[in-house]
């Protein structure tokens, strides 16, 4: 089974502090996603990899920047948080390329909260 | 503005009954669908997928029907268990390899009752 980690359930951070987290899949995936999910919007892409060291930026990646030194980690990164980063936090990680059959798997989730 | 629409927040259904979940599309390019279940504390699951070629996908009691004119989708879930309570997204693309744009709607949070 893919499994798909998130460092931290619930965080707790304040404003203006630099705000790490971590996402390790254990199946080799070549591509890995972070969204966040807010109420009535859904899920919204952040930023994705699809290579170690690669990047692109999804629809809202204003405030957040990422990183992806080893194939199975993919680290978002909030450079100095703010109240409206207040968030569920997912990452997700697919095959590439991706078929009809493929699809993305995701972690559990960090809800994040920004004092 | 979302591209990806449902707009039933929640739905409540009676245990062994149908349960039909909505999803609506502005963007006709979308032709690869896909549904997602997500248990509390736990990450969205895949589900069913459809692309536009098709009409109808089936697996078990898990049914989507695409109607292409009326950029509509639906999940049927037949019959309904109380073990199939959760939140449910659907998502769309404009291809199944353009892996960077899936489009998530907002989710309809279903209650089966035993």
């Known amino acids: 089974d893919v499994k798909v980690t998130q460092s931290s359930r619930y965080l707790v951070k304040r404003t203006g502090e630099k705000v790490f987290l971590e996402c390790v899949q254990d199946?080799?995936?070549?591509?890995m996603f972070w969204y966040r999910q807010d109420p009535g919007l859904g899920l919204r892409l952040i930023y994705f990899?699809?290579?170690?060291?690669?990047?692109e930026k999804g629809d809202i990646p204003e405030g957040y920047s990422v990183s992806r030194e080893k194939k199975e980690r993919f680290s978002l990164i909030l450079e100095s948080a703010s109240t409206n980063q207040t968030s569920m936090y997912l990452c997700?990680?697919?095959?590439?390329?991706?078929?009809?059959?493929?699809?993305?798997?995701f972690g559990p989730g960090t809800r994040l909260l920004v004092l | 503005d979302q591209q990806v629409k449902q707009n039933s927040p929640s739905l409540s259904v009676q245990e062994g009954r149908i349960s039909i979940l909505n999803c609506d599309y502005t963007n006709s390019m979308f032709d690869y669908f896909l549904w997602y279940k997500k248990y509390p504390a736990e990450g969205p699951t895949f589900l069913i997928s459809?692309?536009?070629?098709?009409d109808k996908n089936e697996d078990g009691r898990f049914t989507v029907f695409l109607n292409k004119s009326a950029k509509h989708l639906s999940l049927h879930i037949v019959p309904s268990q109380p073990g199939d309570s959760a939140v449910y997204f659907c998502a769309a693309s404009e291809s199944p390899y353009n892996f960077n744009k899936f489009y998530f709607g907002s989710g309809t949070k279903l209650n089966v009752k035993p």
């Open positions: 990899s699809y290579d170690v060291k690669m990047k």
């Open positions: 997700a990680s697919s095959f590439s390329p991706q078929g009809p059959e493929e699809t993305q798997y």
């Open positions: 459809i692309s536009s070629i098709k």
């Open positions: 199946m080799d995936h070549e591509n």
